[in-house]
């Protein structure tokens, strides 16, 4: 299915023309798809996180417009204004975490159906790290990939960890999947943290702008996951930590405030990922792509010169 979907210009902050739509998975759910024009050189499929949305991404959408690039972004089963699993839509749920697979295919065909310039690159954040890696491994059609805090593992502390397995284990066997994980609330982040401390961003700007979006639209917000989801997260991280990396290009960034994912996998992994780059951020916060506007200009022409490389 498609056809013209919403899209909330007045908070997006991003480049003028995006256009928005409906896309159906395979399995049938509804998704969010948005892209933005941006020139000649290709287009960025930008893979968003956990809790996130398209409109989250229309500064980042901006600063690839400028270096000559097109972008589309996905809403996620379960998240932003695509179909949510559960009567309770504020939990952040998933039946099988492959099934974000179904996901990044209808945005493959609608992108090809809408003839969006080539090559492709990926750009992944947070738990879209995760389904990117999954993707890469299932080889898709990119030529070459950022990653950011990707959620390559759950940050949960050594004594709790067996805790967390066995607790989402179990809640699924006696129906209660659709709880909230512990120490997670219905309420998204940015509305209940302040911003002095919060783990996400060190700009204000930016900062403000998640909180205008989430309060002008709360349709958009998403609360803590449920169980299920957390095991399901905990089981696919684990089998991907397995596989080896794919003959792709990547270059991946790290705050070193990171707070949110565990980083342990995230240096394992590019440790031994042939040619690829693990580039650190001093101070820096969960969200790289959204720190402050000195951070964001490094970043991002380090991005444009790893895609050059690879046209």
């Not at 209808?106 to 003839?115: I, K």
Request: aromatic share 10%; proline share 7%.
């Amino acid at each position: 299915m498609y056809g013209p979907a919403p899209f909330y210009a007045d908070v997006a902050d991003g480049p003028p023309g995006a256009e928005a739509e409906w896309l159906t998975a395979r399995d049938g759910v509804r998704l969010r798809l948005a892209h933005w024009p941006g020139g000649t050189k290709g287009t960025v499929l930008l893979f968003p996180g956990r809790t996130e949305y398209i409109e989250k991404y229309g500064p980042t959408a901006g600063e690839f417009a400028r270096l000559g690039y097109g972008m589309a972004a996905i809403d996620w089963r379960g998240q932003g204004l695509a179909d949510r699993a559960l009567d309770d839509r504020n939990t952040g749920h998933v039946m099988h975490f492959r099934d974000y697979q179904m996901d990044v295919a209808a945005m493959l065909d609608a992108m090809g159906a809408r003839g969006l310039p080539q090559p492709y690159y990926l750009v992944a954040h947070s738990m879209g790290g995760a389904i990117g890696l999954r993707a890469l491994i299932e080889g898709l059609p990119v030529r070459a990939a950022v990653f950011s805090a990707p959620m390559w593992g759950i940050a949960i502390t050594g004594l709790l960890r067996p805790v967390a397995w066995s607790l989402s284990w179990a809640s699924r066997k006696i129906g209660l999947g659709h709880a909230y994980a512990p120490g997670t609330r219905p309420a998204t982040y940015v509305r209940e943290a302040a911003f002095d401390g919060n783990v996400l961003t060190r700009d204000r700007a930016m900062f403000d702008c998640m909180l205008t979006q989430v309060t002008e639209h709360p349709d958009l917000a998403l609360g803590g996951p449920s169980l299920h989801w957390l095991y399901e997260a905990l089981v696919e991280t684990r089998a991907m930590a397995r596989e080896p990396s794919p003959a792709v290009p990547v270059l991946t960034w790290l705050g070193s405030h990171e707070r949110v994912v565990d980083t342990a996998p995230i240096r394992d992994r590019m440790a031994r990922w042939p040619g690829g780059r693990l580039e650190l951020v001093d101070g820096a916060e969960h969200e790289v792509l959204m720190e402050t506007p000195e951070t964001r200009a490094r970043i991002f022409a380090a991005i444009a010169e790893h895609f050059a490389a690879h046209p």
